[in-house]
Every structure is written in structure tokens, then in C-alpha cells.
């Protein structure tokens, strides 16, 4: 039994190791200014989707109280 929590651990080790150098090397990070940019063009895109989903809300609350208005 303990042989085999040794070659479990030792395989743990090793599975950190080879994670840890691929994100320290093979990794490509951006920079500050490419993650502000990303950040901005998320931000602008959450907005104008907000935006839209809002009109269309009300768009359709406006038709839904005609519809209610005629039937009532």
C-alpha cells in the first residue's frame, strides 16, 4: 500500500511541475495595455447589450398593455 501512495504522490509532483513550467514558459500573457483594451471593448459590448435587451423590453411591455387594454 505504501508503494502505491508513493508513485501517486510522485505523479502529483510531476503533474504540478509540468504545470507550473507551461504557464511560467509556454504561456503567452498579455499585456497591461491589451488587457485594458479587452476590458474596455467587454465593458462597451455589456452595455450596448443591456441597452438593447432594455428596449426591447420595453417594446414589448408597450404592445402587451394595448393588447390588455383591448381585451379588458
Known amino acids: ?34 488587457l485594458f483594451n479587452s476590458s474596455v471593448i467587454v465593458l462597451v459590448a455589456s452595455v450596448i447589450l443591456s441597452l438593447f435587451i432594455f428596449l426591447v423590453d420595453q417594446a414589448f411591455e408597450f404592445v402587451m398593455e394595448g393588447i390588455y387594454k383591448l381585451v379588458i
Do not use: G, H, Q
Not at 508503494?3 to 509556454?26: G, H, M, P, Q, W
Open 1 to 34: 500500500m505504501a508503494k502505491s501512495n508513493e508513485n501517486f504522490l510522485k505523479r502529483s509532483v510531476k503533474y504540478i511541475k509540468a504545470c507550473t513550467d507551461e504557464l511560467r514558459y509556454k504561456v503567452t500573457w498579455p499585456t497591461s495595455k491589451e
